[in-house]
């Protein structure tokens, strides 16, 4: 019942963590996919990889803070498959920092990537999903956009800004068969978080999580590949938490 075939998805970040899971799980349903990441070894490597196995697959380098990789990355999309169905905005990067040692170098470049880049990116997907009559955009938030965690200025603000756009765009694309989502996903077990993450913080993290565990890129792309069927026609403006009930968790005992 659950099919993409016929269906073309951009992966930003797809390169890598929970964009490449998304990557792999998109093309063993059949979908068409276009890797987006500015790694590009290891972005023409996973298209490579997914050809061999028989799927359709492109690699596209793309920063996705510059307005023209973006219009090149959609234009080039179209252009080998015939048409844009799913857009999956994953690409990001991250930043521990508190408030008072901020600097403003490093607020324009996480804001620069994750905010300004998911409007570029969901913008000129948007676009082309809006002139077609129909889009499922998967948008990555934070539960750092979520709540207020120590160290997450700048990035909790680029990923609240993510989840304020998504629902913009969610209400004026209602009519046009384009849904717009995001993802919220707690501490989740990537190359990111082995760079964000000290032992202090995944103690902390732990702590607050009522499965007592790091979430996999499996279980977002599980979640993203949802969001993303044809059959998800009426879920629309969603920050969906992926974390293990952390956002719904209170005080945790053990008995
Ligand atoms: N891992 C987590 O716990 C977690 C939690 C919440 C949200 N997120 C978000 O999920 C997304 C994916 O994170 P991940 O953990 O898989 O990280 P990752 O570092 O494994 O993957 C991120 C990918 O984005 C690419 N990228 C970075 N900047 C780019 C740019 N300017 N243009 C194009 N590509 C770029 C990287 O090359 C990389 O392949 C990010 O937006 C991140 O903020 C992650």
Redo the contacts with the bound molecule.
């Keep these: 019942m659950f099919t993409l075939e016929g269906h073309t998805a951009i992966v930003?970040?797809g390169?890598?963590?929970?964009?490449l899971a998304t990557v792999e799980m998109l093309a063993k349903l059949g979908a068409n996919v276009v890797v987006?990441?500015?790694?590009t070894d290891?972005g023409n490597a996973v298209a490579q990889r997914l050809k061999e196995a028989g799927g359709q697959a492109i690699f596209v380098s793309?920063?996705?803070?510059s307005s023209y990789d973006v219009e090149a990355l959609v234009n080039q999309a179209v252009q080998a498959f015939g048409s844009l169905e799913i857009l999956m905005h994953?690409?990001?990067?991250?930043l521990e920092q508190h408030a008072l040692d901020t600097t403003r170098e490093n607020w324009d470049r996480i804001i620069g990537?994750?905010l300004t880049?998911s409007f570029l990116m969901m913008q000129a997907a948007g676009r082309e999903m809006v002139k077609r009559g129909y889009g499922r955009i998967v948008a990555?938030s934070?539960?750092?956009g979520v709540r207020g965690g120590t160290g997450r200025t700048a990035y909790g603000a680029s990923?609240g800004g993510v989840a304020a756009m998504m629902r913009v765009m969610a209400v004026e694309w209602a009519k046009s068969g384009v849904t717009v989502n995001a993802l919220s996903?707690?501490?989740?077990e990537?190359?990111?978080?082995k760079k964000m993450h000290d032992d202090e913080t995944r103690r902390a993290y732990l702590a607050g999580i009522p499965m007592d565990r790091y979430g996999t890129?499996e279980e977002v792309a599980a979640a993203a590949v949802c969001l993303a069927l044809p059959q998800s026609a009426y879920i629309t403006g969603v920050n969906l938490p992926v974390d293990g009930g952390f956002d719904a968790a209170g005080v945790i005992k053990d008995s």
């Design positions: 930003t970040g390169a890598s963590g929970i964009g987006a990441d500015v790694n290891a793309t920063d996705v803070s994953f690409a990001g990067i991250g990537i994750n880049g990555m934070s539960m750092a990923k996903p707690g501490g989740i990537t190359a990111l978080v890129p």
